[in-house]
């Protein structure tokens, strides 16, 4: 089906655009007062993630209520540790939290991986299936995935953490252990992003939410080294990936074979032209917290950032928006994007 | 008192010494067993702060375990938001909180600040007398403060967070509030870091623990202008400013009028060079997982740490030693920082 607003397509793809396109990480989620009613009413976070008409529909949420350039999924990163067979609860105000988590090579091995993982995902298939069919071709679909080096760091720790010494203790002392468990996860991820895009997504996002934690060497060897796996391994749509706190790996990511990178708060603009050059498509990056500020300030702001990026660039939050937000802020930065013109 | 051991002292202040100086950020702590057979018979972590033969004892401990090249005194930096007005409480396994926080102009009117509040931290100051007496001149004695912007973050949030938004929000709602606050606390820290330099610290370091979760603009009017501000006040000691997380800012630190700038483990040596210079003196900054490792791993990365960073160094870890680090890994560390020669 044709889409009647390609520009986020278009633009990832390498294009100049008459104005950047727009959307917001997690902007399916409790920023919206439609999805807070919806999630009120059910069991939990995972019965929206499992119930694919479900799913559809907090996905297309945004879409009416913002008029983004672009859905995403709603789903999950961990269902991917779960489908190699460890499954997760998600705990009211806490997060996820596995009973069972990786600590040696034998648990390593034991997990599923690759084709046999990924074709058990299915409720998030028949999601973007359904999805696709109500968007209609209004604007493009995005399936995503945790990165490699983010999916091991929940699986031995077993919940979040401040540190993350758990997981890195991990790669210091059971490094072959560690490239295993990245091994399998690059398999699953890459036959689960290859089925994503078969069932209508028509980009894939890679998110690295703890890239920040490891030292350059170790960001490198444990983690990039992965996510360049997977995005040679997928040729059948655009790619973005986003590393958060991987500033020291911008050098690297600008030789990727990816269409987009994205860029968190801290990135100066003009620091990432520096290094990625003119050319590369980036993502973001308005700090989060400026959508708590004043519309008069979130205009300026906004239209300060677009400018510094200078073309190529798909407008986003440096980093999922907060739960609180107020949402004529979120409507003040999406209006102030699609009013632009360069 | 003449110093036996003032190789660190003299590596702060510029000169080329015949091997790096190492000491530990939270050294005095955890990693240790005696350490932790004196906390197991405290009430809590705020009597060990606030009695002073009992926090001298424990800055002492890792100078005759690990034999480093400086001690810091035991404290804690939310002593100064208690002494302005906000108490705290350290909940055990969750970390601080305060009953009462900061929301508007008129809750930080009402803070006490300057030389009135420091005063008051007098168990402090007794602390490090009392250390500085113990030590007997064997190497010196580090004092330190949080920043301005970091314990702002505690007295908005009321604790810690994954994203300090609150904190953040604070800054892009009411920035008059704000930089009251930040001036309160500035002229608190000037008083408290003066006081105790004259109590026996021969160095202060500045620890900006939330650097990170900033944007390069917010960065340097909310945080930078105010470590600026104390620098310039205070001259009767040599400074060490540490913002973890700040990579972004480490071009405008290298003006700072500070003589050390501390780096946190995703700071290539390189990197830090190329922007702040040869002579610049730098702290750090191996990964604290890497202690974690095989004795052959600490060893080689360590050697290769101090030789890339190639002089104008006191060897550190890039953030504090976690509480569960293997002592024997801590004592390789120390140990083959003080065999290396240039």
Wanted: net charge negative; proline share 5%; aromatic share 10%.
């Amino acid at each position: 089906m044709e889409l009647k607003n390609d520009l986020f397509l278009r633009a990832a793809k390498g294009e100049l655009t008459e104005r950047p396109p727009v959307w917001l990480m997690r902007q399916a989620g409790r920023i919206l007062p439609q999805y807070r009613a919806l999630r009120g009413k059910l069991s939990g976070f995972k019965e929206l993630v499992e119930t694919p008409h479900l799913a559809a529909e907090v996905t297309i949420q945004p879409v009416d209520e913002l008029d983004v350039d672009a859905a995403i999924i709603f789903s999950d990163i961990l269902v991917i540790p779960e489908t190699m067979g460890l499954e997760y609860q998600m705990v009211e105000k806490k997060g996820p939290w596995f009973p069972k988590t990786i600590q040696s090579m034998d648990d390593v091995r034991k997990l599923k991986s690759g084709a046999e993982a990924a074709a058990d995902l299915d409720y998030v298939f028949k999601a973007l299936e359904i999805t696709k069919k109500e968007l209609n071709g209004r604007i493009p679909l995005i399936g995503f995935s945790g990165a490699p080096w983010t999916l091991l760091s929940y699986m031995i720790e077993g919940s979040g953490s401040k540190t993350f010494s758990k997981a890195k203790k991990f790669l210091y002392t059971q490094p072959e252990a560690a490239h295993l468990l990245l091994d399998k996860l690059s398999d699953t991820i890459i036959e689960y992003l290859k089925l994503k895009i078969q069932s209508g997504a028509d980009l894939v996002q890679i998110f690295d939410s703890w890239a920040g934690i490891l030292s350059p060497k170790q960001y490198e060897e444990f983690s990039l080294r992965y996510i360049r796996k997977i995005c040679d391994a997928i040729d059948e749509a655009p790619i973005t990936v986003f590393a958060k706190g991987a500033w020291f790996a911008l050098p690297s990511m600008g030789s990727l074979d990816c269409n987009v990178i994205g860029l968190d708060w801290n990135t100066d603009p003009h620091h990432a032209r520096n290094i990625l050059g003119d050319e590369q498509v980036v993502q973001g990056n308005l700090d989060p917290c400026m959508l708590y500020s004043s519309h008069e300030n979130i205009e300026a702001e906004t239209k300060k950032m677009i400018r510094k990026f200078n073309g190529h660039h798909i407008v986003n939050l440096g980093h999922g928006v907060y739960p609180d937000t107020p949402l004529d802020g979120v409507k003040c930065f999406v209006n102030t994007v699609k009013s632009f013109s360069y």
